[in-house]
């Protein structure tokens, strides 16, 4: 039986049930190494007026939640802490006054949104004051359950399933910010997207092809390569063999490419700012290669390039991503699946870089 088979059975069985006083976690207590993530029994979340309880069918991991557990990026969490931005359920239990959905939808929550509604109207919606991010402000989807407002989830209407669709929310929306409205890629555009067989990267460099761009993009791997080819990029580069600005230079005539997106940082947002062409942008949106560098100013004003941040994403944002999911324009990027008590064990592999596309955990499958 495929998991994908073994999932769907997992999903009939629960269809519709009571929630249970206390759920399974993969809870963490202090920052640390992955060990720190401990698979135990903790107090089911009762859904705050406005909020629902979802039974979470599968739950998305990403980078980030590598960085939040080992205590890089932010010093405090509030412990015990369940990490995870990206989920797909089925709503079991609805807070007072919800009226939005239903008991036994299926619904995914959005990665990011304002916990007040008078702030719902500010975009970018991570400049909201109340703005959280599940698996970091509140718990996230590490669990058999999670709660979530109900004004900020939307329906899986995508026929994927629960597992291709948890690989979706945080890369998916991320990538349509980075790449279609901070980078502003349009058609016939020539990008550059760093780290293409990432969970990011692999998803950015559907983005572009949708957005009729071509892409060249970065990887460390022969294999990682054809699996970025695989998701339509025209030019592969192995790091570790060729030198990405020289390659980029060849295949836009000398000239540089339009758009680099840089999901790496670190010493090679120098080389991304020697890749772009005059007066195009470098999008910087991770730093897996390290949060410091240097670079010539004068490199960069006087073809007057631009550098722009991309953080998180809004609910249309989202929306976008998830009509191209639709229309098939852009597919999930599952790895593998891992049963919950091996959340440990997903973190080890994005660590150790031996992840393609997404890691899935399945709460049920314990
Ligand atoms: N701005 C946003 O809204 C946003 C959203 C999501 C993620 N991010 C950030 O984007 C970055 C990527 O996240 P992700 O979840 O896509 O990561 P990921 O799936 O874990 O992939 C990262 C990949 O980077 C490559 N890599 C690792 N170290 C490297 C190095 N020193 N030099 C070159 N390549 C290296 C590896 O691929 P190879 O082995 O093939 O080289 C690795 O698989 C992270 O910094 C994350 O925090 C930002």
Do not use: C
Not at 138 to 150: F, K, N, R
Not at 232 to 255: H, S, Y
Not at 280 to 309: E, P
Not at 335 to 342: A, E, N
């Amino acid at each position: 039986m495929t998991s994908a088979t073994v999932q769907e059975n997992i999903v009939e069985d629960t269809a519709n049930s009571q929630p249970t006083e206390t759920m399974k976690a993969a809870v963490i207590r202090q920052f640390g190494d992955v060990d720190v993530l401990q698979y135990e029994e903790i107090d089911t979340p009762k859904p705050k007026p406005g909020h629902i309880l979802i039974k979470v069918l599968a739950a998305g991991i990403n980078r980030l939640d590598h960085y939040l557990r080992e205590g890089s990026v932010v010093p405090e969490l509030p412990f015990p802490h369940i990490l995870g931005a990206d989920a797909v359920g089925e709503v079991v239990v609805l807070g007072e006054s919800v009226t939005n959905v239903k008991i036994g939808e299926r619904v995914i929550p959005a990665p990011g949104f304002p916990l007040k509604e008078e702030d719902d109207h500010i975009r970018p919606a991570v400049t909201a004051p109340s703005f959280a991010l599940p698996g970091l402000h509140i718990w996230g989807s590490y669990a058999q359950y999670m709660e979530v407002p109900a004004r900020w989830v939307v329906k899986d209407d995508t026929g994927l399933t629960p597992e291709e669709v948890a690989t979706l929310p945080v890369v998916l929306a991320t990538s349509v910010r980075s790449v279609k409205e901070v980078g502003e890629v349009k058609a016939g555009d020539k990008v550059l997207i760093h780290a293409g067989a990432s969970g990011s990267g692999s998803m950015q460099i559907q983005v572009a092809k949708a957005l009729g761009a071509q892409v060249a993009t970065t990887v460390r791997d022969d294999a990682k390569g054809e699996y970025a080819k695989s998701l339509g990029a025209d030019l592969v580069i192995n790091t570790r063999k060729e030198d990405f600005v020289e390659q980029v230079k060849a295949w836009t005539g000398g000239q540089g490419a339009d758009v680099v997106i840089d999901n790496l940082g670190g010493d090679v947002l120098p080389k991304s700012i020697d890749a772009v062409r005059p007066l195009g942008t470098v999008v910087v949106y991770g730093f897996v290669a390290g949060t410091q560098t240097t670079f010539d100013i004068t490199k960069f004003y006087f073809a007057q390039k631009k550098l722009r941040g991309s953080m998180a994403s809004d609910p249309e944002n989202l929306a976008w991503g998830l009509e191209q999911i639709r229309t098939g324009r852009i597919k999930p990027t599952l790895d593998r699946t891992l049963p919950l008590s091996q959340a440990a064990e997903a973190h080890r592999l994005i660590a150790t870089n031996q992840v393609t596309g997404n890691i899935v955990l399945l709460p049920w499958a314990d």
